[in-house]
């Protein structure tokens, strides 16, 4: 059985950081491209971040380019998701996911992905 397990999320006033964890467990976690999709309150769940399998490549949405930095340690079966400067519009759940494949993209469709995190809470206050 699948999972990923989101961690790290919190309280941070605007400016601070935080880092995201996502551990999996239940796939072949180096074969799998992994990103990040987020969900305001009120707000349409959108794409953060992703990375492809071997950590060369990744990509980023415009709202978060120079802030963010998603990264993932295959031996350890886990990725992250390194915040700074937060804002206020940051303010989100935060939803790790995985799919097969080497592809990743900025145009990632939530639905389109094959495993999805129960989300982590983050709160930037300011």
């Known amino acids: 059985q699948v999972q990923l397990v989101e961690s790290g999320g919190g309280l941070v006033q605007a400016g601070g950081s935080l880092r995201l964890s996502c551990e999996a467990s239940g796939l072949s976690f180096r074969f799998d491209a992994m990103g990040w999709f987020r969900q305001a309150p009120g707000k349409e769940r959108e794409f953060v971040a992703a990375i492809n399998w071997s950590g060369t490549s990744t990509v980023y949405a415009d709202s978060v380019l120079g802030r963010f930095t998603i990264s993932r340690d295959n031996p350890k079966n886990t990725m992250y998701l390194q915040m700074n400067s937060l804002k206020d519009e940051d303010t989100a759940v935060y939803y790790c996911?995985?799919?097969?494949?080497?592809?990743?993209?900025?145009?990632?469709?939530?639905?389109?992905?094959?495993?999805w995190g129960k989300g982590t809470l983050v709160t930037v206050s300011s």
């Open positions: 996911v995985a799919t097969p494949g080497s592809e990743i993209s900025t145009a990632w469709s939530w639905d389109g992905m094959a495993y």
